[in-house]
């Protein structure tokens, strides 16, 4: 009989001996003693008996009058023991033992994850040392055992979290981490390319002569080391004013070159965001997005961009270059009435923009700007008043994503309303916003409104409105 559940029964037709039970579960041991049936000495009927362990639990037991014995409370079911017989009374130890206590704790496991590096990572030739980390597998507890397999064999070249390998040839290696935990193991395979010692690197370049000649008011772009690109919308209709527009940036590697005459390139790769390890390697860029000699980036929304290029040659060798793509935006609303105050409150025209400032991927955007252009007094003004009451007065609003107030341009007076060519009979009002109000420690970014507020009673011709996103 198992030792964690023992019973005795010592049964006395003729004398008085109390009958005694003993369970013994964990770490926890529950006693109890059942006297002759005499009704003034016995428990309350279905009273539990109440008992704290090293657990703390409840026991969930009681003494059943009407039965003459103790009964378990295990999910609601009054189980009667004292009559089963041993083989059935062992069963039920077994399943109490599940539910000692009423409550069972199921600990969360913690999933393992093997990933390394490997320093270099490319251009490795024959007699290189190669330093390899397993510092960020999981879990990062010191529970685990590494072992490295470096030809692929499924031999043990190397124990421990990191260590070092030598290739005394040419050729591709298939090395293979195991990490354990002493009862699960995980695996991470990488193929590592060796080349000969005396192999020499391609040149990997990016052109810049996709960027754009002008911006959006015909000015010339001047990009040498970087790439910059406008989107321009102009004469947008008042029915669209979400901004949603993007380009397509062409990449060309065209002036990548092999080292050698008798060398040549095999593979053009762009990396579009190298600050994110898409295959889960630990080399965050080394992530073919796009591949080819010359590519079409497509769907390019306003914002500023890291690319990495990797060309590898036809003897294995690599080589990386990276460039910045900036993605501004000028959109363009002409010739709209502007309402008029009413009962129910200021005429206000909403237009959506989306503003990004990440530092993590390097998106920042460095200004906003909104322009407006509308007349100092309409056309069909009657001749009274004053030149305050008689002047047309619009103002911009902009909220951020929370629709919180960041600024407006109500302290601007009208002899500060004249900026760029602006006609002597027209206000020009424009509202910078600088990216310090879009970082995660003012109004953060995503989506923004930019607001025309028109707080008169008359209507207001809206000659141009504009909304410019720099990020470069």
């Not at 579009?272 to 860029?285: H, I, K, R, T, V």
């Amino acid at each position: 009989m198992p030792a964690d559940a023992r019973w005795r029964w010592h049964l006395g037709l003729k004398s008085r001996k109390a009958a005694v039970s003993t369970v013994t579960t964990g770490a926890s041991t529950l006693s109890g003693s059942q006297r002759p049936l005499d009704a003034s000495r016995r428990p309350s009927v279905g009273r539990p008996k109440t008992s704290f362990g090293a657990a703390g639990k409840r026991r969930c037991s009681r003494f059943d009058a009407a039965a003459g014995h103790r009964v378990l409370d295990a999910a609601g079911a009054g189980f009667t023991m004292g009559r089963w017989p041993v083989a059935a009374s062992l069963m039920l130890l077994m399943v109490a033992s599940s539910l000692a206590g009423c409550v069972t704790d199921a600990g969360d496991e913690v999933g393992l994850d093997a990933v390394f590096t490997l320093s270099p990572a490319n251009n490795i030739r024959v007699g290189d040392t190669v330093a390899f980390d397993a510092s960020g597998s999981l879990p990062n507890d010191g529970s685990l055992s590494y072992r490295w397999d470096f030809d692929g064999n499924g031999t043990v070249d190397a124990t421990g979290r990191t260590a070092e390998w030598t290739f005394g040839v040419a050729g591709s290696f298939t090395v293979v981490l195991t990490i354990s935990d002493g009862i699960r193991s995980k695996d991470a395979t990488r193929t590592v390319d060796v080349v000969e010692a005396s192999a020499e690197a391609p040149t990997a370049t990016i052109s810049t002569d996709a960027s754009s000649e002008f911006d959006c008011l015909g000015e010339d772009v001047s990009a040498t080391s970087y790439l910059l690109i406008w989107i321009c919308e102009d004469d947008k209709e008042t029915s669209d004013r979400k901004i949603t527009a993007t380009t397509t940036v062409a990449l060309d590697a065209s002036d990548s070159e092999a080292a050698t005459s008798d060398d040549y390139i095999t593979e053009w790769t762009w990396d579009l965001a190298p600050s994110e390890d898409d295959d889960g390697d630990g080399d965050a860029e080394n992530d073919a997005d796009l591949d080819g000699e010359t590519v079409d980036w497509t769907s390019v929304a306003p914002g500023e961009y890291e690319v990495v290029l990797t060309v590898k040659s036809s003897k294995g060798l690599t080589s990386t270059d990276e460039i910045k793509v900036h993605v501004n935006y000028a959109g363009t609303w002409t010739d709209f009435e502007m309402g008029g105050n009413s009962s129910s409150g200021p005429a206000q025209l909403d237009f959506d923009v989306t503003v990004v400032y990440d530092r993590d991927s390097g998106n920042t955007i460095r200004k906003a700007i909104a322009e407006l252009t509308y007349p100092k007094q309409d056309d069909d003004w009657v001749v009274g008043g004053g030149q305050q009451q008689n002047n047309n007065r619009l103002e911009i609003y902009v909220l951020d994503e929370e629709n919180e107030e960041v600024v407006n341009s109500s302290e601007i007076g009208d002899d500060q309303r004249e900026d760029g060519n602006c006609d002597g009979d027209d206000y020009c009002l424009s509202l910078p916003l600088s990216s310090y109000l879009m970082t995660d420690t003012t109004h953060g970014d995503g989506e923004w409104t930019m607001r025309i507020h028109n707080d008169r009673w008359n209507d207001i011709k809206v000659h141009q409105f504009r909304i410019v996103l720099e990020y470069k």
